[in-house]
């Protein structure tokens, strides 16, 4: 599975738009893109996957480039309960998932 | 529509014992992955079971070993515990075996060993 690369933490403050960037350089063909949030003595809950181009749910926008080697997770209009970590996998298929360290974000009255 | 239930939600044991954490998979969901989760670190994955047979495994001893039922329900057993296996264990659920479906995560048994 892809290794990830992502910024240990961020500060934001309420209503403003959070990105947070993902590197994945060695991203294999079939790998899709997914992100989790996970707020404390809770598990990750899936926020959103991509293949390449942009995707948007309800709660983010998930945007990668042609070559595929990042990927940037957006969150509009945060709020407090928007604090937590954010992870950002590689998933192929069937298989297990790789966490690396994700990112601190801490969301500011 | 239940989500993934494990219990216990806490357990205390002392170094030594031997433990049994529960999993129920979200409904469709036949694939189950187990993760060990230290404070302050991101979920390492242990192992994960689908058709009742370990398909990976993880960096972890043989410690570690699971089972998974004819519902697609699962246990995690650690025998011999250290206190490094204190953690929050996670377990997964994911529909169709080796699809690119996103595994959904239960809210995890916080495992202390004094």
């Known amino acids: 599975l892809a290794k990830t690369t992502q910024p240990i933490s961020m500060d934001s403050y309420e209503g403003q738009e959070v990105n947070i960037t993902c590197s994945h350089n060695n991203i294999a063909t079939n790998d899709y893109i997914t992100w989790y949030q996970q707020f404390p003595s809770q598990g990750p809950r899936f926020i959103i996957q991509?293949?390449?181009t942009k995707v948007t749910n309800e709660v983010a926008s998930l945007f990668i480039p042609a070559d595929r080697k990042s990927s940037t997770l957006s969150l509009p209009r945060v709020s407090l309960s928007d604090t937590a970590v954010y992870y950002c996998l590689g998933l192929a298929a069937g298989n297990k998932l790789t966490f690396g360290g994700g990112t601190r974000v801490l969301v500011k009255p | 529509d239940a989500g993934v239930t494990q219990s216990p939600t806490h357990l205390i044991k002392t170094r030594g014992q031997q433990v049994t954490l529960r999993c129920s998979p979200k409904s469709g969901h036949d694939t189950v992955s187990w993760y060990q989760q230290a404070l302050g670190q991101g979920p390492q994955f242990i192992f994960q079971?689908?058709?009742?047979?370990?398909?990976q495994r993880g960096n972890f001893p043989d410690r570690f070993s699971g089972h998974q039922f004819p519902n697609y329900s699962s246990e995690l057993n650690v025998n011999a515990l250290l206190l490094g296996d204190s953690a929050l264990y996670l377990c997964?659920?994911?529909?169709?075996?080796?699809?690119?479906?996103?595994?959904?995560f239960g809210d995890g048994t916080r495992l202390s060993i004094l």
């Open positions: 997964a659920s994911s529909p169709g075996g080796y699809s690119n479906q996103p595994q959904h």
């Open positions: 079971y689908y058709e009742e047979e370990e398909r």
């Open positions: 991509g293949y390449k």
